[in-house]
């Protein structure tokens, strides 16, 4: 397949590029109308594929980049022997996890939802820019609330944050608990119906 | 191996068995899982009477770690006991249940397990992805402007960490030398001032803008010195000024 000038514009523009470039971002880039721009990401992808190269261009942390195939993770690793830091703890994995569907969340939140404390998982996660502090909640003592980066998203293959696996079947479970709680301290452990007369 | 240095091994410690585990609900759910449980009707009984064997062979906790698994064994123990006890309902109250929340607690750790699990598959397809940078070491200018407020703790302690690798000089240091003043100093000093026969008031024994320091140590001589009946002290209310007077047992003691 022969790409098309558009095309061949948006691979260079992403090349180039050192954050992700989203539709909108390449649209104004390039002067087209967002389903040119999808339709010219699509013929991208075929022409790299079908020429059997080493490269395709992926959605990742909210954008467009390009990206190696998975199979040449061995040879290329040869390149940053050493400085690739470790795979994340499973203690790690998890608090992740909790934050990334239940953001912003306190600590006591994440301690509460693993049963365990989770200070240096933590600690390691903020090191490793997977998560960043992202405020104080205004409740007695102004407990600090923590997010996912673009850097977690990338790290993860994930094109934003609304992708994460099963984000609707979680978001219910937390949501359900959450109400539950909430009428707990409410109303001092009885459940009450919501009168329908009000 | 042979049968002494088996015997010598110290015994498996729960600590190794509990290390496989990210925390009591990750101990529970397996316990669950072991026995073919149903996580919606767990029989707390039987699950605590499992959690407790198996924290019991615990012996060398840490105390840490320990502390997180026997909170959870006391709320077993104590939804099992309540459990054994018969129940009585006031009105229509529906009383917190705590196997309930134990169950919601379980259900979402659960889920969160799965979850990380997900995202460990993801981390090993993606560590051997590489993505192009694109051209920002050549034409963007690295240091950023940070706007107030947006710089956090971590970035300064990076940035003191990169300035600290960059010079190889070391800072400038100083010496400083805490003088001590010996009780026996205060004693002597002390025996030149109270002279036999003659009454002396605390304040002229430590002289003139006295140092915090210097107080306390002829304070604590004080004491040594009526504790070995050297010195009677007078003093006509709290806070008055404290006279000092030789005993005769100074003399004879010393």
């Known amino acids: 397949m022969i790409l098309d000038r558009l095309s061949r514009e948006i691979e260079a523009l ?4 050192d954050s992700p470039l989203t539709i909108s971002e390449l649209c104004e880039l390039t002067g087209s109308g967002e389903d040119s721009v999808e339709q010219a990401l699509q013929r991208i992808e075929v022409s790299f594929s079908e020429q059997q190269h080493a490269l395709n261009i992926v959605e990742v942390a909210g954008g467009y980049r390009l990206a190696t195939e998975e199979e040449f993770g061995p040879v290329l690793s040869q390149l940053f022997e050493g400085q690739k830091p470790g795979k994340l703890s499973r203690a790690a994995l998890e608090t992740l996890a909790v934050v990334a569907y239940s953001q912003p969340c306190t600590r006591t939140a994440i301690d509460s939802v693993r049963g365990v404390n989770c200070d240096s998982a933590i600690r390691t ?8 502090i992202s405020g104080r909640r205004e409740t007695p003592g102004r407990p600090l609330l ?3 980066t673009s ?10 944050i609304d992708h994460l696996p099963r984000v609707e079947e979680i978001t219910e479970l937390l949501g359900m608990s959450s109400s539950e709680l909430e009428e707990r301290d409410l109303f001092g452990g009885a459940p009450q119906e919501p009168d329908p007369g009000e | 191996m042979s049968a002494e240095a088996a015997a010598s091994r110290p015994p498996v410690s729960c600590r190794i068995l509990l290390d496989s585990f990210e925390g009591p609900l990750d101990l529970l759910l397996y316990l669950i899982r072991r026995d073919e449980l149903d996580i ?31 909170v959870m064994a006391a709320t077993l123990t104590s939804i099992k006991s309540r459990s054994l ?6 009105g229509d109250e529906d009383p917190e249940d705590p196997v309930a929340e134990l169950r919601r607690q379980l259900i979402l750790y659960r889920a969160f397990r799965e979850i990380a699990r997900e995202l460990q598959q993801s981390e090993d397809t993606w560590r051997d992805i590489y993505i192009s940078r694109g051209e920002r070491e050549r034409w963007s200018d690295d240091r950023m402007e940070v706007e107030p407020g947006q710089a956090t703790l971590l970035d300064l302690l990076r940035a003191l960490e990169s300035l600290s690798e960059e010079s190889d000089e070391t800072l400038p240091g100083q010496t400083i030398q805490r003088r001590q003043l010996t009780i026996t100093e205060c004693i002597d000093s002390l025996e030149r001032a109270i002279l036999p026969g003659r009454s002396v008031s605390f304040r002229t024994v430590l002289g003139r803008n006295p140092s915090r320091n210097l107080v306390i140590s002829y304070f604590v001589t004080l004491l040594e010195l009526m504790k070995r009946g050297w ?4 003093q006509a209310y709290p806070f008055a000024e404290i006279t000092l007077e030789r005993t005769e047992r100074w003399t004879l003691d010393s």
């Open chain 1, 14 to 17: 992403v090349f180039a590029s």
């Open chain 1, 125 to 132: 996660l903020l090191e490793r820019d997977m998560i960043r």
């Open chain 1, 146 to 148: 923590y997010s996912t």
């Open chain 1, 151 to 160: 850097v977690f998203l990338e790290y993860f293959g994930l094109a934003d």
């Open chain 2, 40 to 70: 919606t009707e767990i029989p707390v009984s039987h699950v605590a009477d499992q959690y407790l064997k198996y924290i019991r062979d615990a012996k060398n906790l840490n105390i840490n770690v320990a502390s997180e698994y026997l």
């Open chain 2, 85 to 90: 006890l018969p129940t009585h309902r006031y």
């Open chain 2, 231 to 234: 010195i009677a002290c007078r």
